[in-house]
């Protein structure tokens, strides 16, 4: 009975101290202003975010899609989550979802197998992707009129649109 008593506190005292050890030491992690900072987001675009703040992801329902082949028999399935700012913009970028899906849909079903199936054809996706979630605040899809208008006059400030990166949970084509 003593023998248990005994080895009962000793394992109290080493897991308080333990704890204390634990908690002493993110306490002191906080105070220097260096908690373990996150990886910094992937480069999908020329968009500045704060490397401090955690990103914030969307994810889009999975999308079954007839392909632009001949026969049309072939099909993608993709999974997409989209990578935005802030919450906030996560609640204004669900607002227009339902936009961006069909838009994304169109994208998708104007492409062949043979396109997504290379690794140039699923990042010329990811950009055009990119663009149209940037229709529905004020973007361009046109690549034309982007380029025409960087060269009649230099922005002073580049706008920011709220999804900053698009990543494919699922790629598959049948």
Known sequence: MLIIIVAAVLVLVLGGGGAFFFISKKNAAAEEGGEEAAPPPPKAAAVQV???AAPVYLPMDPMVVNLSDPG???VAQI???L???DAKASDTVKAYLPTIRSSVLMLISQ????ELLKAEGKEK???DILKATSVPFGG???DEEESTAKKKKKRVAQVQYPVTGVLFSSFIVQ
């Not at 492409?111 to 043979?114: C, F, G, K, N, S």
């Open 83 to 85: 990578e935005v700012i």
């Open 140 to 142: 361009s899809m046109d």
């Open 111 to 114: 492409r062949t197998a043979d």
């Open 125 to 127: 996706l990811v950009e």
């Open 79 to 81: 999974g997409i989550t």
């Open 50 to 52: 704060d490397p401090k």
């Open 72 to 74: 049309g028999e072939r």
